[in-house]
């Protein structure tokens, strides 16, 4: 009889030829490409006059993984489950065994947060049974979503349009997102006047810039408008100016702690424009494993799902080694650093993202990834290594000076910083958020008490107030983590949920919603207010943490939030009226002479006439770039593929087959004439020769057609 091997299964081919090549020929590996186990599309699939029992199915796609994973633990001396760290890795897991256990082959579950022959030879040595308090957790968020989806978007359908949706943590995002719209609306400019005097201790010294900050006595002041602000400078020509004060601090400025999933998927917006889906899926892969050279398939980061800062001591001593090897002694703090994470439900048995070897540099494997990978797997590296690294040093200097007027003491200030110890700025610093700006700083001279000061311009330079930013995705996940809104598993599904369901669309790299977005907002919002309250929608954050650590019962946190849930669902089907969005029109019309609007049916939007349907004319919707084929001169198209992926083909396809994955510029390539695509922020690059040009995105035109 042939020997029994064991067999694991993981969720991906890619993290199969990882294991396999650390577990070697006594185990053989299985995929299961996900859930293998899912509630129906084709009803609600909850009996909730059963305890909220959930019918679960094999979908079709599925049978086939279904029966070859049968066929293999079948034969298998043990079936290892080596699904994801978290609750929907746990229930995963759960699901292999319920449709399998109708073999007597042991199964036990592994669980580890990276892919390294120490960290998996560890799981396997401590190997478990299921939890079910994390697959009750994910049990009752699933339950949860589909009760709030099943039961209100066909209320939806029928009230507002087909094809729409309500969720559950997806309405509170798309309620903030409106909410801060509606504040940028009514916002009000106020005007306002700031005053800088460029002054010089010597008459042939460079000059340096100080701000009017109020008066002498410590009394604020307001400039509010040019009236005032011309009598002041009138005052401030003929003053005398002298240093009252000059107070210089040693500050330090401490590091950034490792990445985790909110944290990452912020910083990947703010350098390299990732979206939070974009982010997940190459840190997936990052994880997963890739060939590098001679070592095979590896995996180069933990797992990418965590709320936690906490980072093994192994990792730390090895990042500790490197900076005292690569930077020297005076590079590295006295102590390891440990971080606390303080963001709501933290789960500190996770690591944070770092990557699985300090040694493995991002430039020695640049040549086994693609540019993506390589650019978010560097900025992991880094941030790991800087968060180890001494804090930078700087000397701050702020200088009050007295303009000694006729009637009133004017008060200036200037500061300055200057870098004593980069520490670990050399490697890393953290990008700011869209809209937040560094305070502007001019060098200092050697300035004392009592220095005299030479006037040589004054500056005055009018201001308005600004209305709060618009959300980008940094900014989105940034308030959901504060508030405890969603998980590390949640922040990249529900920001591609609003922009898909057209509720919110990108201007300029912030979300801006829809006229669709505000219509459901205020929908949802006026019929259930429970389901887009944050506070609510945090506290049953909480409740499935308390799920998963045995301190609730599953069924009844579903049956609390039910219960409310039917009475609101009952009187919104009786008292919702029927809302009608206005079709859009377009500058092109019909044989007949109609403007064409866009319309939306089941397959997505078309465009018909404006009498239709008395006038049956539609043709397929299009969004034009304005920019032509390489290949055959027709026009270049906005088109969707079936993962919902946004590409750009010729408009003669199948004739012509030209696509490109990157938006079309119009300029064309200053070198060779070729097509300019935008592959980053405000950067073109041909894909005839490969030149690069900086561009403005604003160049591309998108029109409707």
């Given at each position: 009889?042939?020997k029994k091997?064991n067999?694991?299964?993981v ?5 199969a030829r990882t ?5 070697g020929?006594?185990y ?11 509630l129906p599309?084709?009803k ?6 059963n305890n909220?029992?959930?019918?679960y199915v094999v979908p079709r ?6 029966r070859?994973?049968?066929e293999a633990a ?5 079936v ?5 760290p ?7 897991s ?7 256990k109708?073999?007597?082959t042991?199964y036990r579950r ?9 960290a998996?030879k ?10 079910m308090?994390?697959?009750n957790?994910q049990q009752a ?5 589909r009760l709030v ?5 066909p209320l ?6 087909g094809g ?6 997806q309405?509170?995002?798309l309620?903030i997102?409106?909410?801060?719209e509606r504040e940028?609306g009514?916002?009000?400019p106020?005007?306002y006047w700031?005053i800088e ?5 010597k008459?042939k ?11 002498v006595?410590g009394d ?8 005032e602000?011309?009598?002041i ?6 003053g ?15 590091p950034a702690?490792p990445?985790?999933t909110?944290t990452?998927?912020?910083?990947a917006w703010?350098?390299?424009r990732?979206?939070?889906?974009q982010?997940?899926a190459?840190?997936?892969?990052l994880?997963e494993?890739l060939?590098?050279?001679n070592?095979?398939s590896?995996?180069?980061i933990t ?5 936690s800062?906490r980072v093994?001591r192994s990792a730390i ?22 971080f ?6 933290a ?5 944070a993202?770092?990557?699985t070897?300090i040694?493995?540099?991002?430039a020695?494997i ?13 900025l992991?590296w ?7 690294m001494?804090?930078a040093?700087?000397d701050?200097?702020?200088v ?11 008060l200036?200030?200037?500061s300055?910083s200057v ?10 610093t953290?990008q700011?958020?869209d809209?937040?700006?560094?305070e502007?700083?001019s060098?200092?001279p050697?300035l004392?008490k009592?220095d ?13 107030t600004q209305?709060?930013?618009?959300f ?15 998980r590390p ?11 898909e369901r057209?509720?919110v669309?990108r201007?300029?790299?912030?979300l801006k919603?829809?006229?669709?977005g505000?219509?459901v907002n205020?929908l ?8 887009v309250d944050?506070k609510?929608?945090?506290r ?7 799920i998963?650590?045995?301190?609730r019962?599953w069924?009844?946190?579903?049956q609390?939030?039910?219960t409310?849930?039917?009475?609101d ?6 008292l919702m ?6 079709d859009?029109?377009t500058?092109e ?6 403007p064409l609007v866009?319309k939306t049916g ?8 404006s009498k239709?349907?008395e006038?049956?004319?539609t043709?397929s919707?299009?969004?034009k ?5 390489p290949e055959?001169?027709?026009d ?5 593929n079936?993962?919902k992926?946004?590409?750009?083909g010729?408009?003669n396809?199948p004739?012509?087959t030209f696509?490109?994955n990157f ?7 200053p070198?060779?004439?070729?097509l300019?695509?935008l592959?980053?922020?405000n950067?073109?690059?041909c894909?005839k020769c490969g ?5 403005k995105?604003a160049?591309?035109?998108v029109?409707?057609?």
């Amino acid at each position: 009889m042939a020997k029994k091997t064991n067999l694991v299964i993981v969720e991906s081919p890619a993290k199969a030829r990882t294991l396999g090549r650390i577990l070697g020929s006594d185990y053989s590996l299985k995929a299961s490409l996900g859930h293998i186990r899912d509630l129906p599309k084709s009803k609600l699939g909850v009996d909730v006059e059963n305890n909220f029992t959930p019918a679960y199915v094999v979908p079709r796609a599925k049978s086939k993984i279904v029966r070859e994973l049968r066929e293999a633990a079948r034969t298998a001396s043990t079936v290892y489950l080596a699904t994801d760290p978290d609750r929907e890795g746990e229930a995963i897991s759960w699901h292999l065994v319920e449709v399998m256990k109708s073999n007597k082959t042991p199964y036990r579950r592994v669980v580890f947060h990276e892919i390294t022959e120490e960290a998996i030879k560890n799981a396997f040595q401590h190997s478990r049974s299921i939890d079910m308090q994390l697959v009750n957790a994910q049990q009752a968020r699933r339950v949860l979503d589909r009760l709030v989806g099943y039961k209100l978007s066909p209320l939806l359908w029928k009230k507002v349009r087909g094809g729409l949706s309500a969720g559950r943590v997806q309405s509170v995002a798309l309620k903030i997102i409106v909410d801060r719209e509606r504040e940028i609306g009514q916002f009000v400019p106020k005007e306002y006047w700031t005053i800088e005097a460029e002054l010089t201790k010597k008459a042939k010294e460079a000059g340096f810039r100080a701000l009017l900050v109020g008066l002498v006595n410590g009394d604020k002041m307001e400039i509010n408008n040019q009236a005032e602000a011309g009598r002041i400078e009138k005052e401030l020509e003929r003053g005398d100016y002298r240093v009252i004060k000059v107070t210089t601090k040693k500050v330090t400025r401490q590091p950034a702690p490792p990445f985790t999933t909110s944290t990452l998927q912020q910083e990947a917006w703010r350098r390299l424009r990732f979206s939070a889906a974009q982010t997940m899926a190459i840190a997936q892969q990052l994880y997963e494993g890739l060939p590098v050279g001679n070592e095979g398939s590896v995996g180069l980061i933990t797992y990418m799902r965590t709320d936690s800062t906490r980072v093994a001591r192994s990792a730390i001593v090895e990042a500790r080694e490197y900076i005292e090897a690569k930077y020297g002694a005076e590079f590295l703090p006295p102590h390891a650093r440990s971080f606390i994470k303080v963001a709501k439900g933290a789960q500190e048995a996770h690591e944070a993202i770092r990557p699985t070897r300090i040694q493995r540099e991002p430039a020695r494997i640049k040549q086994y990834l693609n540019n993506n990978q390589f650019r978010l797997y560097e900025l992991i590296w880094k941030r790991m290594v800087a968060s180890q690294m001494a804090a930078a040093i700087f000397d701050n200097t702020t200088v009050d000076i007295e303009a000694r007027c006729l009637i009133t003491h004017y008060l200036f200030r200037a500061s300055s910083s200057v870098n004593r110890f980069p520490g670990f700025i050399v490697l890393y610093t953290e990008q700011k958020d869209d809209g937040e700006e560094e305070e502007k700083q001019s060098p200092l001279p050697r300035l004392e008490k009592g220095d005299k000061l030479n006037l040589l311009g004054l500056f005055p330079e009018q201001h308005f107030t600004q209305p709060p930013p618009r959300f980008t995705e940094a900014t989105l996940i940034k308030m959901l983590e504060q508030w405890g809104i969603g998980r590390p598993s949640t922040y990249a599904p529900i920001l591609s949920t609003i922009q898909e369901r057209e509720y919110v669309a990108r201007a300029n790299g912030s979300l801006k919603p829809t006229e669709l977005g505000f219509i459901v907002n205020d929908l949802v919002n006026q019929y259930f207010p429970e389901i887009v309250d944050i506070k609510f929608t945090a506290r049953m954050e909480d409740e499935l943490d308390e799920i998963a650590n045995a301190k609730r019962d599953w069924v009844g946190v579903v049956q609390d939030f039910y219960t409310s849930f039917e009475k609101d669902l009952a009187r919104a089907t009786q008292l919702m009226e029927r809302v009608k969005i206005p079709d859009e029109v377009t500058d092109e019309t019909c044989p007949e002479g109609h403007p064409l609007v866009v319309k939306t049916g089941r397959f997505g939007k078309f465009l018909a006439c404006s009498k239709y349907p008395e006038h049956k004319y539609t043709r397929s919707f299009q969004i034009k770039t304005g920019v032509k084929c390489p290949e055959c001169g027709g026009d270049l198209i906005q088109r969707v593929n079936k993962k919902k992926r946004t590409f750009y083909g010729c408009s003669n396809y199948p004739k012509c087959t030209f696509a490109t994955n990157f938006k079309p510029l119009p300029q064309p390539c200053p070198e060779c004439g070729g097509l300019m695509t935008l592959y980053r922020q405000n950067w073109g690059r041909c894909i005839k020769c490969g030149q690069r040009e900086k561009v403005k995105e604003a160049e591309t035109s998108v029109s409707k057609r």
